[in-house]
Every structure is written in structure tokens, then in C-alpha cells.
């Protein structure tokens, strides 16, 4: 049933692998979910007197963590809030709020409902609200699940009946599946923001906000309306993505250039890969792709220690493809490989190696997984070699005699 707001009298608006260790069981070790349906902070700053403030806590507001594995729900008959002589500028029906984890499924859940909502600024005056939004129903969903080690998040936005007004105009409909972060014009209405299906992401997790109003210096007659109404917020982590179970083995390569790089000669990059354990990292893959102003031609691979192997017969193909399989690379141990090429026409050549950890594994400090080496190149031909002219021993005393001459030149005007 579509709210017809757009109607509304001010009492209206008052209602308001095999080489690898054997796993246990894939699964997040932790995970948290937060939801409430709506919360404001607002502020009327009032010419000479003092502001009016009004404030209506996350209502009502759910907070969990895994593990142990939560399913929590809450709900209220309605909200309200009034501020000042604007009255009333929120009120709601019934407000629900549900919050889930699973960990054997990886994965966490948080959704909001807010029902019959009415959001309005409606001074006390003959003159049209300059705002009225109203919604049937407002849900907002946020979902973080764990996928092969990383955290994947999607949220959504749903409205039912949706619609706004700005300065008493007939109600416009809003779109009952916003795309993320879909600002909604305000055209005429100076310090006001609306977001629809606010998603917000982070490496662990996600916040989707349903409806997020700001208002930003809103003139409202002489006085300036400030501050955030949030409806249906819905947050979900997985702050541990780390299969339990996993091996774990920090992994890493470091890449220099032997000598300077001159253009049309060879230059040579060492690629140093190690595994600091604690398991072992067999099958770890390195890369190295093409690179503009460098020809590779030769690739090698040696002085493996504690245990390592070096892939069989390795070609620069695969480094700079699907990358070189090192078959055995242990906890505390290492190899090279030398890679040469030739330098072509640059100031520099900028080139980048990358390993990356069997499937099944985590490396606690992905950081070191990738190193670039930036060398600058000399003009062809190399550096230049500066000739100094010798003298030979008749230039020698020639010169010899001239200092002396000079000298005693000097010695002579310093005695007058």
C-alpha cells in the first residue's frame, strides 16, 4: 500500500593438495554482525538563543560475535523524534533487526527493517515542508562470507513505497532496488544529501545503510538544520578468514639488478625466493612478467639451500605466463634464479617478481609476496671514459720554472 506523504499535515508528521599437511575442516575461525533500524543526531542552530539538539540512539540495536555461532533478533513498536519548533522529524511503525553466523558455511548475516517510516522538515509556518520522504517498508542486508581464504561482502537495499518530496511538490517514487550509494537529486534544496543503499567496505567486512540523510546547513527560515538520519543499518565481518586448519608458511622474493643497466647491453636481475615457514611450501608459484625495454634471454635457476628444488628445466615462458612451479621449498629455505636481457632505449626499466602460496595455504605476511627493482639506464655505450692530458718531463720543469717565477713575483711586491 503506497504512503502518501506527500499529503501530510503537520499532525501527520507528529505520529511518528598431496604434498601438503593433511586439513581439518575449511571454516572461520571468527566473524561479528551489527544491525539497528534508524538513529539521528540532529542540531538547530537557532539565531542568539542557544541549539537545539535531539538524539535517537541506534533503536533497536544488535550487536554479535562468532564464535560461538549467534542467530539474535530485536524489535520495537516505533520510533520517534522531535526537534524543537520543527516537531516531530522522524517516526516509524514497527522496526525489526536480525543478525546470523555460520562458520561451518563461512559466512555472517545482518539485516534491518523499518516499517511505515516518515522522515520530515516542516517549519511551523503556511509555507510547504521543505522535506517529507516516506516508505512503506526500508530493509538493508549485509552479508560477509570467507572464500578460499579471502572475504567476499555484498549488501543490498529494498523499498517498498518509497517517496519524496522536496519543498511541498507531489511525491516522486524512489526506486525500489537503489544501486550502492545512488544519490537521489535534490535539485533547489541547498544542504541536503540522500543516499540510498549506502555500502561502505572494508577488507573484512561491510555496512550498508538503507537510507542515510544528511543535513548539511539546511536553511529552515532564520535557522540552519544540521546533522545524520540513518534508516536500516546493517553491518557484516569476517575478521578472520584464515581456514582453520591451514598451513602456514610466509613466503617471499626479493629482486635486484646486477650492475648498471645500459642501454643495448645485458643486464642481470637476481630473484631471490625463500619460505621462513613454519610449513612447508611446496608447489609455491613464481612470476615475473614482460616488461617494456628489457628482452629477456637467459633464465636460470641454483644455489637452493635447506632443502629446496629448483623447477626442472625453467624457461621464461612460464616466468612470464602461468608462472615457474618450485616443486620443493621447505620451511628455512631458498633459491635463486638469474634472469638476463637486454636493455632497450629508457631512463629506466621497472620490473616486478611475485610468488604466490599453494592452494591450501596462508601466509601470515603476504606483504614480502611481491618486490620491484627500478634501474636506471645509462646511455649507450656505458660511461664515458674522461682522457686527461699527461705532461711529459720537459712540461714538468717548464711548469715548474713558471710557479717558481710566480712565486717570487709575489714575495717581491709583499717586501716594497
Same mark, same amino acid.
Given at each position: ?57 541506534? %533503536?533497536?540495536?544488535? #550487536? +554479535?560475535?562468532? =564464535?560461538?555461532?549467534?542467530? !539474535?533478533?530485536?524489535? &520495537?513498536?516505533?520510533?520517534? $523524534? *522531535? ?86 511538490? %507531489?511525491?516522486?517514487? #524512489? +526506486?525500489?532496488? =537503489?544501486?550502492?550509494?545512488? !544519490?537521489?537529486?535534490? &535539485?533547489?534544496?541547498?544542504? $541536503? *544529501? ?94 615475473? =612478467? ?117 712565486g717570487w713575483a709575489t714575495l717581491q711586491r709583499r717586501l716594497r
Open positions: 500500500m503506497p504512503i502518501r506523504f506527500f499529503s501530510l499535515t503537520m499532525s501527520a508528521l507528529a505520529l511518528a593438495s598431496a604434498s601438503l599437511p593433511i586439513l581439518a575442516a575449511v571454516q572461520a575461525t571468527s566473524g561479528s554482525a551489527q544491525a539497528h533500524a534508524v538513529s539521528a543526531n540532529l542540531t538547530l542552530d537557532v539565531p542568539v538563543l542557544p541549539d537545539v539538539v535531539a538524539v535517537l540512539p541506534p %533503536v533497536p540495536a544488535l #550487536l +554479535a560475535t562468532a =564464535p560461538p555461532d549467534f542467530s !539474535q533478533s530485536d524489535s &520495537a513498536a516505533n520510533a520517534a $523524534l *522531535s526537534l524543537g519548533s520543527l516537531g516531530s522529524v522522524l517516526a516509524t511503525g514497527v522496526l525489526e533487526v536480525n543478525v546470523s553466523s555460520t562458520l561451518s558455511a563461512d559466512q555472517v548475516d545482518a539485516v534491518a527493517t523499518t516499517n511505515n517510516l516518515v522522515l520530515g522538515v516542516a517549519p511551523v509556518t503556511p509555507l510547504p515542508p521543505v522535506m517529507a520522504l516516506g516508505s512503506d517498508v526500508v530493509t538493508a542486508r549485509a552479508m560477509a562470507r570467507c572464500t578460499a581464504g579471502n572475504v567476499v561482502v555484498s549488501g543490498s537495499t529494498e523499498l517498498v513505497g518509497a517517496q519524496l518530496s522536496l519543498l511541498g511538490a %507531489v511525491g516522486v517514487a #524512489l +526506486a525500489s532496488n =537503489p544501486a550502492p550509494n545512488t !544519490q537521489v537529486p535534490v &535539485a533547489g534544496v541547498l544542504g $541536503l *544529501s540522500i543516499t540510498l543503499n549506502e555500502q561502505i567496505a572494508t577488507a573484512t567486512g561491510i555496512t550498508v545503510n538503507a537510507i542515510h540523510v544528511r543535513y548539511l546547513n539546511l536553511p529552515v527560515l532564520a535557522d540552519l538544520l544540521s546533522g545524520d538520519i540513518i534508516v536500516s543499518h546493517a553491518v557484516a565481518s569476517m575478521a578472520d578468514c584464515t581456514p582453520a586448519g591451514s598451513p602456514m608458511g610466509n613466503i617471499g622474493v626479493s629482486k635486484t639488478a646486477q650492475g648498471p643497466a645500459t642501454t643495448g647491453q645485458s643486464l642481470t636481475f637476481l630473484i631471490r625466493v625463500n619460505n621462513a615457514g613454519p610449513a612447508a611450501a611446496h608447489g609455491t608459484v613464481l612470476t615475473d =612478467p614482460d616488461i617494456p625495454n628489457f628482452a629477456p634471454d637467459s633464465l636460470s635457476c641454483g644455489n637452493a639451500t635447506g632443502g629446496a628444488v629448483c623447477p626442472s628445466g625453467p624457461t621464461i615462458a612460464a616466468l612470464q605466463g602461468a608462472g615457474l612451479v618450485i616443486p620443493s621449498l621447505p620451511a628455512n629455505s631458498a633459491l635463486e634464479f638469474l634472469l638476463t636481457g637486454a636493455v632497450g632505449a629508457a631512463s629506466s626499466i621497472s620490473n616486478t617478481a611475485t610468488v604466490n602460496v599453494p592452494p591450501g595455504m596462508v601466509d601470515p605476511v603476504p606483504a614480502d609476496n611481491i618486490d620491484t627493482e627500478i634501474a636506471p639506464v645509462l646511455p649507450g655505450g656505458g660511461p664515458v671514459a674522461l682522457s686527461i692530458p699527461l705532461l711529459d718531463r720537459s712540461g714538468l720543469m717548464l711548469l715548474s720554472l713558471m710557479l717558481a717565477v710566480i
